[in-house]
């Protein structure tokens, strides 16, 4: 009997998300359903049949049907790497239980789809956004907790506040993201904080070598159970000349309960952590999310040539043109110093660090700068030239100062055996050096299961 409501709960849920057209928790939630059965011949008990449609008298038999309803709400919203991991388990029964190649033949042509589509498709990637509830006007299940929340495809944060607060009418928005004080969350009404977080990407083991931007694009706002927010803060004397010199990152990381997506499109805060990046450490981020995204532009426009060129001038041109975007003229007057190194003998290891993250990004932009000059067209040709003249002068600097990195003539030639220290090992905090830990704050145990139901 417990059982039967747990099913007939679980399709309750399913349809409210298909009402919204959020397949994505539709199928995670008929999952659920799905890992209760069996790959048998054992006879399907009536309270496990919660649909008419089903025409199944056994568990195997409602368990394929499942995963094929699964697999098509996977697909609807481009969920190809759920839909390839249910589809080798329901690959595994054609050919060796149920012996139906015409089923398992058609499966693989559609896998086979599924893996080109994630190197071919661009695909949006969703915003997600804290959501705090504060004050004693709320009801008791939100007073005083953190959630996170997963936008829609292409939804702007003051989108989902709007469709937010039409479920609190008489809440008020705070116009802060600092936590709030006790004469907030002791006050009478109702007060909801709101903004956007960055999911903190977390590769499965599989991937124990670099990978297509592609493929890990996918990772980078799906599977996520950390998401962090960052704000500059200063310390010391205010430096005119140079802003980067003392401006720290407070980093907040929130943890949820379960891994998003998941059956609903938002999870409770679990565990937050709060940690302060050094200007330095926050100057070798920023260079290693340059170099990244250099990167995974090149990659894409070697992947896919009819790909506009707008994005890649821009991203170009603000690095190698200093009179856009100042280049890192400004790291090096902070950190490149006689007296830093005075003061912080300590931070030998991380200045060297910046210096090959520096030196690193000349080889990516060269290859950026040649695919630009095969595409560019005859009225950007001026511009091309502009560019191509402000790089010769910024590779000339830097290969003089920090050295030559070379690489193969084509990104092409080297994927699966690019230098790890390349995408690897310039990853800040890293685990040999630590980020300073300001304040943690422990809502509950971290041994959080993945997914509702896993445990």
Not at 74 to 87: D, P, T, V
Not at 163 to 173: D, G, H, I, S, Y
Not at 204 to 213: L, Q, W
Request: aromatic share 10%; with cysteine; net charge neutral.
């Amino acid at each position: 009997e417990r059982e039967e409501m747990y099913i007939r709960y679980l399709y309750k849920l399913c349809d409210l998300h298909k009402e919204c057209d959020n397949y994505t928790e539709a199928a995670y939630t008929l999952l659920l359903h799905a890992k209760l059965l069996k790959w048998s011949e054992d006879v399907c008990a009536a309270h496990l049949t919660q649909r008419d449609g089903y025409q199944a008298t056994t568990q195997g038999q409602l368990k394929e049907l499942l995963y094929q309803e699964i697999i098509h709400y996977f697909i609807l919203l481009k969920m190809w790497e759920e839909a390839i991991a249910l589809g080798k388990e329901l690959a595994e029964q054609y050919e060796n239980e149920m012996f139906d190649y015409e089923q398992l033949s058609q499966l693989l042509k559609k896998q086979a789809q599924f893996y080109e589509n994630i190197v071919k498709v661009i695909r949006p990637k969703p915003d997600y956004f804290a959501v705090g509830y504060y004050g004693q006007g709320l009801p008791t299940f939100l007073r005083g907790k953190v959630f996170i929340y997963r936008g829609k495809e292409y939804e702007r944060r003051e989108d989902f506040e709007a469709r937010l607060l039409t479920q609190f009418p008489n809440a008020e928005k705070m116009k802060t993201t600092s936590p709030p004080g006790d004469d907030i969350k002791n006050s009478p009404g109702q007060y909801i904080q709101c903004f956007t977080v960055k999911p903190k990407l977390d590769l499965p083991p599989k991937f124990h070598r670099p990978v297509s931007e592609q493929i890990v694009s996918f990772y980078r706002v799906n599977e996520v159970q950390r998401f962090e927010y960052s704000r500059p803060i200063r310390k010391g004397e205010k430096n005119p000349d140079n802003e980067f010199a003392n401006m720290w990152i407070e980093r907040t990381i929130y943890t949820t309960a379960y891994k998003l997506p998941g059956i609903l499109r938002w999870f409770e805060v679990k565990h937050v952590c709060i940690v302060e990046i050094s200007p330095l450490e926050n100057a070798i981020e920023t260079m290693q999310l340059t170099n990244d995204k250099i990167h995974s532009m090149v990659q894409q426009h070697l992947d896919d040539p009819s790909l506009p060129i707008n994005p890649l001038s821009m991203l170009l041109n603000g690095i190698v043109d200093p009179a856009v975007m100042g280049g890192f003229a400004n790291y090096e007057k902070a950190f490149f110093t006689e007296r830093y190194l005075q003061e912080h003998p300590e931070s030998h290891e991380k200045i060297e660090k910046l210096k090959d993250l520096i030196a690193w990004q000349i080889p990516f932009l060269a290859e950026g700068i040649r695919i630009h000059g095969e595409k560019v067209t005859e009225a950007l040709r001026p511009f091309h030239e502009r560019m191509e003249a402000c790089f010769k002068q910024l590779k000339e600097k830097v290969e003089k100062q920090y050295g030559v990195r070379t690489m193969p003539s084509s990104l092409d030639d080297r994927r699966g055996s690019r230098p790890r220290s390349m995408v690897r090992s310039f990853t800040m905090p890293s685990s040999s050096r630590p980020l300073s830990v300001a304040s943690v704050s422990s809502l509950s145990s971290d041994s959080t299961p993945s997914r509702p139901g896993s445990d």
